[in-house]
């Protein structure tokens, strides 16, 4: 992880561990943490147990479409759920001017919640950069949730999920776009935990 991804992280809010091989180097580590925080299950849960409250939701991400399924679905899904907005951004980086007008479009919806729904770390970064620009309470990054819950992309079976296995059924589904996210960064990823755990390397 490069220093501006580390610095991004360390001010977030709140980081989670969205994967089981998070959870079980944090319990190594000696943290109580009882199973990962999975993107398309915390803004399900999210939006079924706030429902009755109000809120509204803004979905920031996907291809061309995606977010407008997507508010509908859950809009459809949890009753109550208030769609106040959405943008699918172009695969390319934003001009100042439209990065002002999408600015203004989630101002303008008076959004309670901003899912954040792009690759990581470009979904970290954008909610980095946007955070003190917007008068939003809560900004969740979320990744493939919104491909998941608009049936876009296949989810892996419950227990591939459940035993850190779901990287091999995305990589069998998606090889061209992931390979290197989990045989390189995956496997270097692996190499440095192994570095810590071991004792021979210290990172903060």
Known sequence: MTHSSRAVLNSAGLVVAD???????????????RRRVYGPELMATF???????????????????VAEELASRMVARFPG??????????FRVLTQEEDREVVAAIESARADVVWVGLSTPKQER??????????VPVLVGVGAAFDFHTGRVAQAPQWMRE???????RLGSEPRRLWRRYLINGSEFAWLVLLELMGWRKFE
């Open 47 to 65: 939006c079924e147990q706030t429902a009755a409250k109000g809120y509204r939701h803004f979905f920031y991400g996907g291809a061309p479409g």
């Open 163 to 169: 035993n850190g296995l779901e990287w091999l059924f």
């Open 126 to 135: 954008w909610m980095h950069g946007h955070r003190d620009r917007l008068n």
């Open 81 to 90: 759920v208030i769609a106040a907005g959405t943008y699918s951004p172009p």
């Open 19 to 33: 994967g089981m091989p998070l959870v079980w180097i944090g319990r190594w580590l000696g943290f109580n943490l």
